[in-house]
């Protein structure tokens, strides 16, 4: 916590907080993807000021709270002393391979330039997207489609027609194919089907590790048996725990065997 004084011997004034439980920490660095994304918030209460946080990615695809502080205002110099506290507790992103995504406001471009010039820094641009998408669906109640075959749909609008294949992420707009983002008409598929619009946005489906093709399944197993790595064995007759600590190929091995 930090105070201030308005002059020496004067009562000290609450000025900001940081928070970060250790088992946060702990459980970030050993099971959480490697991404931290930085927002703040307005503090609706008596006092006023803004909530800080910083939030990581579960084997899940869970929010993971890594990190908060309350401070007076959302500037540079309170970016600067949140992260600066932050990277003292887990650690250089530099060093350990983390990528920040924010939406690059308010100071936090002037704190990773002086602070951490050679972190990987991202827009975040989730909201932009969504607001396309929301724009898309008020449009989208003037589309009619009218299923085509397995997972094909043709939608119509007037003398206008499209064909949606929802299993390839496909429309013959070519907008859905060549942007990986929704289009109009896909949207008026998803709706018309009642599917989960954010599950349907491409994305690689495998990745090559030393020429290994790992799954995404696989890699959602091996991070959630990361996150889980300390087990717990068994209680004692005095009350005591004994544990014993499996690594994630240990336990993967074994949960394959079980297959």
């Known amino acids: 916590m930090e105070v201030e004084r308005t002059v020496a011997n004067s009562p000290a004034v609450f000025h900001r907080l940081f928070i970060m439980l250790d088992t946060q920490r702990r459980g970030f660095i050993s099971g959480c993807r490697p991404v931290i994304g930085l927002d703040a918030c307005h503090l609706k209460g008596p006092y006023g000021g803004q909530l800080m946080h910083a939030l990581g990615s579960d084997g899940n695809n869970q929010m993971y709270p890594i990190a908060m502080a309350v401070v007076e205002a959302e500037c540079n110099d309170s970016w600067m002393w949140f992260l600066k506290l932050m990277i003292e507790v887990i650690g250089r992103p530099e060093d350990m391979g983390w990528v920040f995504i924010s939406d690059r406001q308010k100071g936090l471009v002037e704190t990773f330039n002086t602070l951490m010039p050679r972190a990987e820094h991202r827009f975040r641009v989730r909201h932009l997207i969504m607001k396309q998408i929301e724009e898309m669906k008020f449009h ?115 949960e394959d065997s079980l297959a």
């Open 140 to 254: 989208a109640r003037n589309f009619e489609p009218t299923l085509a075959g397995e997972g094909i749909f043709e939608v119509m609008m007037g003398v206008s027609n499209f064909i949606v294949d929802i299993e390839r992420k496909t429309c013959s707009c070519r907008k859905y194919d060549l942007t990986g983002i929704l289009c109009v008409h896909a949207v008026a598929v998803l709706m018309h089907s009642k599917l989960i619009l954010k599950t349907m946005c491409t994305g690689n489906t495998t990745l090559s590790d030393d020429g290994n093709n790992l799954s995404k399944k696989n890699l959602s197993r091996l991070s959630y048996f990361d996150s889980h790595s300390m087990l717990v064995e068994n209680t004692s007759s005095d009350g005591g725990v004994s544990c014993n600590v499996f690594t994630s190929t240990e336990i993967y091995g074994a």
